[in-house]
């Protein structure tokens, strides 16, 4: 059950949605930013590695356990629960955030995460269905429409690609419905059983569908299938496998055997890996990201490794960052120069991509009150995540408070002999000399000043309240 719900929650968690036909610079509107998978927002230039360690909490929700990443697009954040159901909320939420809608209870199980394109949020179901949500819905949000039942758990999160959707069942198949379906309409396609429960998102990039099996294989479909469709690729890396990425030609994923794999992304038939990276001290346990040359996963040890995508044979990381307490299941998103990451010990770490070996965390969050599945998601300035303590979380950057300007006045005292007493020192009339003073300033600190030896006035600047 726990290499599901790592399958689900690191797997396939980064999946975004949007309120809006077309999403915007900077939003992340599928599992790891698109179709491919890699992890990597390169329009983030808000948050960066000289000013992520001022993140802090920007707002909360709480809702039910979180297995799901939170989803961002044109304003708006969508999750999905335990409780089955998917939420909907506004960016610049207060501290403590209604949600702007959110879908009746399907009295079945959500651990998917939701996938958007062209106005519409899709979700898999533990009934075996796909699920498809306006979003620009209000209160209480009703499908427009729900596909046929597949005859397995559609646990994990669909990935939609140029109109169609392409979603993984435990029954060990993969399915792919057009987005113009309606209520009870049967997949365009359906793969051929892969013997065994299809445990990934599925990665889509050139016209192939790659997905990885708990039967220990990784897949690639055409995506221009009809029918039963019969994999152009099938490797076997063993156990369990993650959600691949691809990225320049190559797919990375995950085993539960403890190994990072790359292979050809053209591959055909059966081929070896480019190269297999083992875990130090514990197995890797992540579904990977990949930026700029550097591959990121994360460890049941609580490291966090980068390999070079051009390594050969087997694998050394470049670097390793020291352990944070409890394992990393959480899939690493990069943006801008800094690698996020979730623990089961309920903080989310932001790394700088150029660590060195031990390397601490550039910040650490606040105790979330659960572990932490779900992969963060990181849009325009706020990093995004769910919780299975129940609550979504926005951290951001707080506006640095303008200091309010201290105004001065000059204040000037004397004594003299008022002979006439009308307050004005007239011809005749001497100063005093050595008289002192104690004058109160608008923020109530007294100041005392002492007339001259010949009797001369004082000034002094103070603090004046307008």
């Given at each position: 059950m726990m290499r599901r719900l790592l399958a689900v929650a690191g797997v396939a968690l980064l999946a975004l949605a949007a309120c809006n036909p077309t999403t915007t610079s900077g939003d992340w509107p599928q599992f790891h930013g698109g179709p491919a998978h890699a992890g990597d927002n390169a329009a983030e230039t808000t948050l960066s590695a000289?000013?992520?360690?001022?993140?802090?909490?920007?707002?909360?929700?709480?809702?039910?356990?979180?297995?799901?990443?939170?989803?961002?697009?044109?304003?708006?954040?969508?999750?999905?629960?335990?409780?089955?159901?998917?939420?909907?909320?506004?960016?610049?939420?207060?501290?403590?955030?209604?949600p702007l809608w959110s879908t009746t209870n399907s009295n079945t199980f959500i651990f998917s995460s939701p996938a958007v394109a062209n106005g519409v949020v899709y979700v898999g179901s533990y009934d075996g269905k796909l699920y498809a949500f306006p979003a620009s819905c209000s209160a209480t949000c009703a499908p427009l429409w729900v596909s046929a039942a597949t005859g397995g758990d559609l646990d994990f999160t669909p990935t939609v690609a140029d109109g169609v959707i392409y979603i993984g069942s435990d029954a060990g198949r993969l399915y792919a419905f057009a987005a113009s379906c309606a209520t009870g309409c049967a997949p365009l396609w359906t793969s051929a059983a892969t013997v065994g429960g299809t445990l990934s998102s599925p990665a889509v990039v050139n016209g192939r569908v790659y997905v990885g099996s708990d039967n220990g294989k990784l897949y690639?479909?055409?995506?221009?299938?009809?029918?039963?469709?019969?994999?152009?690729?099938?490797?076997?890396?063993?156990?369990?496998?993650?959600?691949?990425?691809?990225?320049?030609?190559?797919?990375?994923?995950?085993?539960?055997?403890?190994?990072?794999?790359?292979?050809?992304?053209?591959?055909?038939?059966?081929?070896?890996?480019?190269?297999?990276?083992?875990?130090?001290?514990?197995?890797?346990?992540?579904?990977?990201?990949?930026?700029?040359?550097?591959?990121?996963?994360?460890?049941?040890?609580?490291?966090?490794?980068?390999?070079?995508?051009?390594c050969s044979g087997t694998c050394s990381p470049l670097w390793t960052s020291a352990a944070v307490s409890g394992h990393i299941y959480s899939s690493p998103a990069v943006a801008d120069g800094v690698v996020y990451v979730g623990s089961t010990n309920g903080k989310l770490y932001a790394f700088a991509v150029g660590c060195a070996n031990n390397c601490a965390p550039l910040w650490t969050s606040v105790a979330t009150g659960g572990a932490i599945y779900s992969s963060p998601a990181v849009s325009n300035g706020v990093v995004y995540v769910g919780s299975y303590g129940g609550k979504v979380y926005a951290f951001g950057l707080k506006p640095t408070p303008t200091p309010t300007p201290t105004l001065t006045g000059i204040v000037c005292v004397t004594k003299f002999n008022d002979l006439n007493g009308n307050g004005v020192t007239d011809p005749g009339e001497q100063p005093l000399p050595s008289w002192t003073f104690t004058i109160s300033a608008a923020n109530g600190s007294p100041t005392s000043v002492t007339t001259g030896l010949k009797g001369e006035r004082v000034c002094s600047n103070l603090p004046v309240d307008l």
């Open positions: 000289s000013n992520v360690a001022g993140l802090s909490v920007l707002w909360t929700s709480h809702i039910d356990h979180i297995f799901s990443s939170p989803a961002v697009a044109n304003g708006t954040v969508y999750v999905t629960s335990y409780g089955a159901k998917l939420y909907a909320y506004a960016v610049g939420c207060a501290s403590n955030c209604a690639a479909f055409p995506t221009s299938c009809s029918g039963t469709c019969w994999p152009l690729m099938s490797v076997w890396p063993g156990g369990s496998l993650s959600s691949p990425a691809v990225a320049n030609g190559v797919v990375y994923v995950e085993s539960s055997n403890g190994k990072l794999y790359a292979f050809p992304a053209g591959c055909s038939g059966a081929c070896s890996s480019l190269w297999m990276a083992a875990g130090t001290g514990g197995g890797l346990s992540s579904p990977p990201a990949v930026a700029n040359g550097v591959v990121y996963i994360g460890s049941s040890t609580g490291k966090l490794y980068a390999f070079p995508v051009g």
